[in-house]
């Protein structure tokens, strides 16, 4: 067991400097130190009992790829920052929900539809323009019902909220309704912002093509992070196992 252990920190910290010492342009687009960042944490969160646990999961939450699943995530969320730096400044949307945080899930949807400058509007959360915001805003129920089928769901806001933020889990799940709530309270914050922060967000955020278009970068090069960072970790785990096999060898 300690020798499982003694390994997996060792993979923690080289596969972490394998992301920094690779040229970057190998990497095309991807931003390396946001990936190593990343990297490092997700390799510590995403197989940790203790983790799921902090959130209420009453069960190990931990499945081949969850480290994959929080890169993804992670990174699409840390790239929005980038670009939109001002953004984790807004504070919470309501107690333990970072507004930033429903930022990033919102634009990690790519599809025309989110229909969220008519539905703030409208002001009026069970309007038919509201239809599509509320899918996407929220979940019909609790993220901690989903349990270990968590990772199986096509829609993706429950894995954003867990390897994101957790306290986002808690707070989605403590509240009653959380569609119409989470969505009333996302039009008031929207409104708190100042006309130039709210047409830039609305760059990210609009059903226009050029908003889209944006999404879609920003999902690609966490995707493309993904597969970076396998890539990274497949030439650690190479290099491990020609070590064992020099050490048979006596070489």
């Keep these: 067991m300690r020798k499982l252990v003694f390994k997996s920190l060792i993979t923690?910290?080289?596969?972490?400097?394998a992301l920094?010492?690779?040229?970057?342009?190998?990497?095309a687009q991807v931003n390396m130190k946001i990936l190593t960042n990343v990297a490092k944490s997700c390799q510590k969160?995403?197989?940790?009992?203790n983790y799921y646990k902090s959130m209420g999961f009453d069960r190990d939450m931990n499945y081949p790829g969850s480290i994959e699943s929080c890169v993804l995530r992670r990174y699409h969320y840390s790239l929005i920052i980038s670009k939109f730096s001002w953004l984790p400044s807004t504070g919470e949307i309501l107690p333990g929900y970072i507004s930033s945080v429903l930022v990033g899930t919102l634009a990690y949807q790519t599809g025309p539809d989110?229909?969220?400058?008519?539905?703030?509007?409208?002001q009026d959360t069970s309007s038919k323009e509201c239809w599509a915001t509320r899918e996407y805003i929220a979940l019909d129920s609790?993220?901690?019902?989903?349990?270990?089928?968590i990772y199986t769901m096509g829609y993706s806001q429950p894995l954003y909220l867990a390897y994101v933020c957790p306290t986002c889990v808690v707070a989605h799940d403590e509240i009653s309704g959380s569609r119409d709530e989470i969505l009333k309270a996302?039009?008031?914050?929207?409104?708190t912002l100042e006309?130039?922060?709210?047409?830039?967000?609305?760059?990210?955020?609009?059903?226009?093509?050029?908003?889209?278009q944006l999404r879609s970068q920003i999902r690609d090069e966490s995707q493309q992070a993904v597969q970076e960072y396998l890539k990274a970790r497949?030439?650690?785990?190479?290099?491990e196992r020609e070590r064992r096999r020099r050490e048979l060898l006596g070489q």
């Design 45 to 49: 969160d995403a197989p940790s009992a």
């Design 12 to 17: 923690f910290f080289v596969t972490s400097s």
């Design 234 to 239: 497949a030439r650690v785990e190479q290099q």
């Design 142 to 149: 609790k993220v901690r019902d989903y349990n270990s089928s």
């Design 114 to 122: 989110l229909s969220l400058l008519d539905c703030i509007a409208s």
């Design 20 to 27: 920094l010492l690779t040229p970057m342009s190998s990497y």
């Design 195 to 212: 006309k130039p922060k709210r047409r830039e967000l609305m760059s990210l955020l609009g059903d226009n093509e050029q908003a889209i």
């Design 186 to 191: 996302f039009m008031k914050w929207f409104l």
